[in-house]
C-alpha cells in the first residue's frame, strides 16, 4: 500500500526551492506546523533524511536531492492526469518544459514554441535557457522534459549519462569579421591567417571548448582579447573591430545589437559541424508533447537520429 502522497510531495519541492519551512509555509498559505509535519512523515515514510538543518535553514541531502527529482516528475504526471480526465478528448494536453542552449535559443524556440501553441492551445509550453551543464541537470531535476543543445563531448558521455537524443540538425562554425578587415571579401578563411589578431571567444560551456579545439585541429594558438558567454555582445565586439570571432548558429542579418554591421566568411579547414540534439531522460518514457515537439524540431531543421 502506498502512503507517500502527492501532498506531502507537493509540500517536499516547496521547501527546497524556498530554503526554509517557514517560507515555504508562506508560498503555500499554510501553518509552519503543517508543512514541518508532513515532512517529517514523508521521511519516516521513506526511511530517509531529506533536509540537513542548519542555521540558515535547510539543505537537500543527496538522498533527498533524489527523491526531489521523482517529486517534480510525479507531480507534473499527476497534473497532466488531471487535465486529461478533465474532458479534453483526447487532445494533446498537460505541461511541455523545454531547456534549449542559449545561443540555439532565439532561432529555434521562437518558431517551433509560437507553432507548438498554435497546433496544441491545450498544452501548457514553458522553457529556459543555459549551458550544457546547466540544460542537464535541470532535466535530471526534473525541471524539463526536453533539453535542446549542442552535441560537443556530449556523444560519447550519453550511455554513462542514462540519456537518448535524437538529432535535429548540424551546424557548421563560420568566422566573424569587421566588414574592413582585409580578409573580410575572401569567399573562406583560415585560422592560420588570424592567429596574430585579437580573438573573441564565445566561452559558454561547452563553447569555449568547441572553438578553441577548432584553432587546436589547425595547430593554432589564438590571441585571445575578450571572453564572453554572450553571443550578441562577441557579434558587437567584432561589429566595433575589437578583433574577430568563430560562432556556430549564424542569424539572418549580418548586423549587430548596435545596428553595425559585420560579416561572416566560411573556414578553409572545413570543419564538421556540431550536432544540435533533443536529449531526453534515457529512464523515461517520452511523452506525446516530447515526442511531438521533436518531431516539430525536426521538421523545422532537419532529420536524423544519434544512436
Given at each position: 500500500?502506498l502512503?507517500?502522497?502527492?501532498?506531502?510531495?507537493?509540500?517536499?519541492?516547496?521547501?527546497?526551492?524556498?530554503?526554509t519551512v517557514?517560507a515555504?509555509?508562506?508560498?503555500?498559505?499554510l501553518?509552519?506546523?503543517?508543512?514541518?509535519?508532513?515532512i517529517?512523515d514523508?521521511?519516516?515514510?521513506?526511511?530517509?533524511?531529506?533536509f540537513?538543518?542548519?542555521?540558515?535553514?535547510?539543505?537537500l541531502t543527496?538522498d533527498g536531492?533524489?527523491v526531489?527529482?521523482?517529486a517534480?516528475?510525479?507531480?507534473?504526471d499527476?497534473a497532466?492526469l488531471e487535465?486529461?480526465?478533465?474532458?479534453?478528448?483526447g487532445e494533446?494536453?498537460g505541461?511541455?518544459?523545454i531547456?534549449?542552449?542559449s545561443?540555439?535559443?532565439p532561432?529555434?524556440?521562437?518558431?517551433?514554441?509560437?507553432?507548438?501553441m498554435?497546433r496544441y492551445?491545450?498544452?501548457?509550453?514553458?522553457?529556459?535557457?543555459?549551458?550544457?551543464?546547466?540544460l542537464?541537470?535541470?532535466?535530471?531535476q526534473?525541471k524539463?522534459?526536453v533539453?535542446?543543445?549542442?552535441a560537443?563531448?556530449?556523444?560519447?558521455?550519453?550511455t554513462d549519462?542514462g540519456h537518448?537524443?535524437?538529432?535535429?540538425?548540424?551546424v557548421?562554425?563560420?568566422?566573424?569579421?569587421?566588414?574592413e578587415?582585409?580578409?573580410?571579401?575572401s569567399?573562406?578563411?583560415s585560422?592560420?591567417?588570424?592567429?596574430?589578431?585579437?580573438?573573441?571567444?564565445?566561452d559558454?560551456e561547452?563553447?569555449?571548448?568547441?572553438?578553441l579545439s577548432l584553432?587546436?585541429?589547425?595547430?593554432v594558438r589564438?590571441?585571445?582579447?575578450?571572453?564572453?558567454?554572450?553571443?550578441e555582445l562577441?557579434?558587437?565586439l567584432?561589429?566595433?573591430?575589437?578583433g574577430?570571432?568563430?560562432l556556430?548558429?549564424r542569424?539572418?542579418t549580418?548586423?549587430?545589437y548596435?545596428?553595425?554591421p559585420?560579416?561572416?566568411?566560411?573556414?578553409?579547414a572545413?570543419?564538421e559541424?556540431?550536432?544540435?540534439v533533443?536529449?531526453?531522460?534515457g529512464?523515461?518514457m517520452?511523452?506525446?508533447?516530447?515526442?511531438t515537439?521533436?518531431?516539430?524540431a525536426?521538421?523545422l531543421?532537419?532529420?536524423?537520429?544519434?544512436n
Amino acid at each position: 500500500m502506498l502512503n507517500v502522497t502527492l501532498r506531502q510531495l507537493d509540500y517536499l519541492v516547496a521547501v527546497a526551492e524556498h530554503g526554509t519551512v517557514t517560507a515555504a509555509a508562506q508560498a503555500l498559505h499554510l501553518s509552519q506546523s503543517t508543512v514541518s509535519t508532513a515532512i517529517a512523515d514523508l521521511e519516516h515514510i521513506l526511511r530517509i533524511s531529506l533536509f540537513v538543518r542548519h542555521a540558515r535553514g535547510l539543505s537537500l541531502t543527496r538522498d533527498g536531492e533524489m527523491v526531489l527529482a521523482e517529486a517534480r516528475h510525479l507531480l507534473r504526471d499527476a497534473a497532466n492526469l488531471e487535465r486529461r480526465a478533465a474532458g479534453l478528448s483526447g487532445e494533446l494536453a498537460g505541461e511541455l518544459h523545454i531547456g534549449c542552449y542559449s545561443t540555439i535559443a532565439p532561432l529555434l524556440l521562437p518558431a517551433v514554441v509560437t507553432e507548438f501553441m498554435h497546433r496544441y492551445p491545450a498544452v501548457d509550453v514553458n522553457f529556459s535557457e543555459g549551458s550544457q551543464n546547466a540544460l542537464l541537470e535541470e532535466m535530471d531535476q526534473g525541471k524539463s522534459d526536453v533539453a535542446v543543445m549542442y552535441a560537443y563531448r556530449f556523444r560519447d558521455r550519453l550511455t554513462d549519462l542514462g540519456h537518448t537524443a535524437t538529432k535535429l540538425t548540424a551546424v557548421p562554425p563560420h568566422v566573424l569579421l569587421h566588414p574592413e578587415h582585409p580578409l573580410a571579401q575572401s569567399d573562406a578563411v583560415s585560422l592560420r591567417d588570424l592567429a596574430g589578431e585579437p580573438y573573441i571567444l564565445f566561452d559558454l560551456e561547452p563553447g569555449g571548448q568547441y572553438f578553441l579545439s577548432l584553432f587546436d585541429a589547425e595547430g593554432v594558438r589564438p590571441d585571445i582579447r575578450f571572453r564572453t558567454p554572450n553571443s550578441e555582445l562577441v557579434r558587437c565586439l567584432v561589429a566595433r573591430g575589437a578583433g574577430y570571432s568563430l560562432l556556430s548558429q549564424r542569424p539572418r542579418t549580418t548586423v549587430s545589437y548596435e545596428g553595425l554591421p559585420y560579416v561572416t566568411r566560411e573556414l578553409t579547414a572545413g570543419h564538421e559541424g556540431l550536432d544540435v540534439v533533443a536529449v531526453t531522460p534515457g529512464d523515461r518514457m517520452r511523452s506525446q508533447r516530447v515526442v511531438t515537439f521533436i518531431e516539430m524540431a525536426v521538421e523545422l531543421l532537419g532529420p536524423e537520429v544519434l544512436n
